[in-house]
């Protein structure tokens, strides 16, 4: 079972990124998936998640109407695509696939996580 983030990168405020995490070993298309970071510090927050069919995407308020979850289930591939990047969204992000099917905020709720993709806005 092996989770793999990338995208990660240097960007000004204002810019964007997206993040790409492949999945293989395990039937990924059939449980949720989800994201998070983790700064420099601090605790690991959630940031996204996202259903196993694609559905309720969901997103903390600090990203809210930033970034944008998808998933290719056919590839077993989950994206985020993060805009307007602001330097307290600097951290290492993390992809992580759900022990059940439907989106979860919570890190229990996670059994698979990927190494992580270190992304820096600068200001």
């Known amino acids: 079972v092996q989770l793999q983030a990338s995208g990660g990168g240097l960007v000004q405020a204002g810019g964007c990124l997206r993040l790409?995490?492949?999945?293989?070993?395990?039937?990924?298309?059939?449980?949720?998936m989800g994201w998070f970071r983790q700064a420099p510090g601090k605790g690991r927050e959630f940031v996204s998640a996202i259903n196993w069919n694609g559905g309720n995407p969901t997103y903390a308020e600090s990203v809210k109407g930033r970034f944008t979850i998808s998933r290719t289930r056919s590839a077993n591939t989950v994206y985020l695509q993060m805009d307007n990047l602001k330097p307290e969204d600097t951290a290492v992000y993390y992809c992580a696939s759900g022990r059940g099917s439907i989106a979860s905020t919570q890190i229990a709720s996670y059994n698979y996580w990927g190494q992580g993709t270190q992304v820096t806005v600068s200001s």
């Open positions: 790409s995490c492949a999945a293989s070993g395990r039937r990924f298309s059939s449980y949720a």
